[in-house]
């Protein structure tokens, strides 16, 4: 099975702009085709899932996107970085003129376009990632199982943080998790994060077992680190059945798990 990263194309490749499809309107966004090299490299297939509305109003062809697609292929081999497959949606529900007047499967957040390419590449899911800059792309990947991120700002040095966190998480073997059985205490919650960062640093998923779901615990671990999932259970729990609620919760993932228990 290969892994793959799905990409936007509009606002996430080249600067966004509305109905882009001649050469001298594609800008790339600055990183961007570095992102797409580094995948190239570590073996992933990159493909583009893209809404082109602008096909089903009228105002340019697939001829001419799929000349665009060629332009941009013919760009990045001279930059030594590749796109395995392009995927567009050229319909639209209401704006649509004749067949491409359609609600269709693959309109983002519609997962059709990422489903087809899933099969067409054998693409195993679970190791995939999907980036956007739009929600419905976020949708989109969360819809068909593919860990998103958004490009904020056509920040990449931002993106490359969250992502290469990420996969670091995905691949190493020696990582940790911290599980923290909050005795309904935020502040010693708040000090026991930062007692571990201060002792594992780096490359950590971090899973809050909370005894009641609490937006404020989160938030306060968010702020140590993005990543940071809450898992809310009962009160009061073991820490054997600590473990076992973190495990499942992480899902696939065999972490080493330590335990910080606050109290
Ligand atoms: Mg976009």
Redo the contacts with the bound molecule.
Sequence with gaps: MNKALFL?????INE?GEYIYLPKDFVFIKGAVEFIRKFNVMGYKVIVI??QAGIARGYYTEKDLLALQRWVDGRMESQKAKIDAWYYCPHHPIYGKGKYLQDCDCRKPKTGMLDRAVKDFDIDIKGSIMV???EW?AECGERAGVKSFLLRNNDYSLLNNEVDKYLSLQNSASKHSLLIVNKNNAALTENAVKDFYAKYGGLNEVVIVDNNSSDASLERLRSFDHMARLLAVKRDLSEADAIKYGRSFVGGIDLEMKVYISE
């Design positions: 936007d194309r509009d606002g996430t966004y893209s809404n956007g800059d739009k792309d």
